[in-house]
């Protein structure tokens, strides 16, 4: 997508064939900034930390994790090794594990002095096959966006996503965000509620600024105000990624989903997941067993924003020593979702539905 009329992709080979250049998200919405990733550990930081996150990119990066780490040493206990540290970043996002599996397929056979070319080769395949992946999830959700437009005769169709499901989070288009993109691209009448998603706030901070750039209409609202939108019919439909989807369509997503579908349900609002095969576990049946990442107390109790002078800073808003708790996030049990929205088109949340679109893995 483009930023200031240049096209970007949130990861990208660097010009030396080695490096790994990301968007260094945590800087975003108030600095573009470009860090070079040199290391496994570079990598492994870049994702702990969250200069990326979204559930493909983090699949996308710590592919390329275990590039930099083979290019260093090519044995089997880097590779090994590249895994475990890379594995042990975020615990939630099933596409870290997907994409780790991917690189382990195509190097652990192979003579040692040609994997770490094949390594990068894979991981710029993982990349291109995201960014195709996602237009699909597009191409198949705007279908949903484009009846709306018909029933709403020239008025907005008002869609409501929570946190970041946009190109940032991917490599490209997004998943949430690709319907989104495709329909206002071909003319349809959109606007998007934007909830804030604290306590990092990545609708605000993210996802508005995607679709600012793109120039989506939108509005940023508070994550307690989706009740009262939908209440008052102010939301045709709900689209939100996901971060690890069970072979029977429960969802995990960022923390506060789960209350935009119990309200979705409560209001008969469509409530739609976007997501591409590599974010579905098919080992779980039950969104139970899906780990759920615990973070920081300090990312709930302080704030970080943008001074009146520019500069960033982070502040306090609760009591000094009031303990926080900051699960990141929650299950959407498969009852509360519509459909769910892949490159392969659109599902409903059931062990048959998911089993129909993915024969491979019945
Ligand atoms: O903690 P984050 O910012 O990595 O969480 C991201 C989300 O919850 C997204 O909705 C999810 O990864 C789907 S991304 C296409």
Redesign the pocket.
């Known amino acids: 997508m483009n930023i200031d009329g240049k096209p970007y992709r949130t990861i990208w080979l660097g010009a030396d064939g080695a490096s790994v250049e990301i968007i260094d998200q945590t800087k975003l919405p108030f600095a573009l900034e470009i860090v070079s990733l040199k290391t496994l550990e570079d990598a492994a930081h870049a994702i702990s930390s ?1 200069r990326v ?4 990119l ?1 699949g996308a990066t710590a592919a390329y994790g275990v590039a930099l780490a083979l290019q260093a040493d090519a044995s089997g206990e880097a590779l090994d090794r590249a895994c475990e540290v890379l594995a042990a970043t975020r615990p939630t ?1 099933i596409n870290l594990l997907w994409a780790l599996g991917e690189m382990k397929k195509v190097v652990q056979d192979q003579p040692r002095d040609s994997r770490a070319a094949l390594a990068y080769a894979r991981a710029a395949e993982i990349c291109n096959e995201d960014v195709e992946t996602c237009r699909m999830i597009g191409e198949h959700g705007v279908g949903l966006i484009r009846a709306h437009a018909e029933r709403k005769a020239g008025e907005p169709v008002n869609i409501l996503t ?4 946009g190109w940032l ?2 490599v490209d288009w ?3 965000l690709a319907p989104i993109y495709r329909a206002h691209d071909e003319g349809l009448s959109v606007h998007v509620w934007v909830d804030e998603t604290r306590p ?1 706030n ?1 609708g605000a901070s993210l996802t508005a600024f995607e679709l600012k750039a793109h120039g989506v209409p939108h509005t940023i609202v508070v994550d307690n105000a989706g009740g009262y939108l939908m209440q008052n019919k102010l939301v045709d439909l709900c689209i ?4 690890r989807t069970t072979a029977s369509g429960d969802v995990a ?2 923390i506060g989903t789960y209350l935009k579908a119990l309200a979705a349900k409560d209001n008969y609002v469509q409530f739609f997941v976007a997501l591409p095969h590599s974010t579905i576990d098919w080992s779980l049946d039950d969104g139970g067993g899906i780990p759920i990442e615990e973070r920081d107390a300090e990312e709930v109790t302080h704030i970080t924003g943008q001074l009146p002078d520019g500069s960033i800073a982070t502040v306090a808003i609760a009591p000094d020593g009031s303990p926080a708790a900051n699960y ?2 929650d299950i959407t049990p498969a009852r509360l979702i519509t459909g769910l929205i892949t490159e392969r088109g659109i599902t409903p949340a059931t062990p048959e539905g998911l089993a129909l679109l993915y024969p491979e893995h019945r």
Do not use: E, L
């Open positions: 969250m996150r979204g559930a493909p983090i996002a929570h946190c970041n499901a989070a991917a997004g998943t949430a990092r990545q939100v990624g996901t971060d997503n960022k990141a996030f």
